[in-house]
């Protein structure tokens, strides 16, 4: 008989309320000039839009540059995109000894003229990396707020 090793799935959330449109936050995520300009941890870091299929299924692949010319580099793939409401993909750091795709879920409603997004980040494999994705999306999070304002 087989037996499955149970993994537990680590995940965070992130809160924010952006003075701006659902759609101003939505087109944020989906158009590749604007991710050049907020989708980093810090203003120091660039970022790099390789690939970008928006739609179900399509692909996407960027590069966030620090300062010092070293690369973190992810790739993934569309699973939901509806449109001023929902995206969904998934996330896979590039050199990643494990092959684990995690999941980036990112709801936004609109709340007397704000957005309130709701950014979930899923199926991570440990706490180390909670903390790491949290730090980084505190980060983009912050910058995307500046981009939409």
Not at 45 to 68: A, F, N, Q, W
């Amino acid at each position: 008989m087989d037996t499955a090793t149970a993994v537990e799935n680590f995940s965070l959330t992130i809160n924010r309320n952006f003075k701006a449109s659902k759609q101003a936050v939505y087109d944020a995520w989906t158009n590749e000039e604007a991710l050049k300009t907020w989708f980093a941890p810090t203003s120091e870091m660039k970022t790099e839009v390789h690939e970008m299929d928006l739609r179900v299924g399509g692909k996407y692949h960027l590069s966030m540059i620090e300062p010092d010319g070293s690369a973190h580099v992810i790739h993934g793939e569309y699973v939901a995109l509806n449109p001023y409401d929902q995206i969904v993909f998934t996330w896979e750091w590039e050199g990643d000894e494990v092959e684990v795709n995690s999941l980036v879920t990112i709801d936004l409603s609109e709340n007397n003229g704000t957005t309130d997004m709701v950014l979930v980040h899923d199926k991570l494999d440990s706490q180390n990396l909670v903390d790491m994705h949290n730090e980084g999306w505190t980060g983009c999070v912050a910058q995307l707020e500046a981009f939409v304002s």
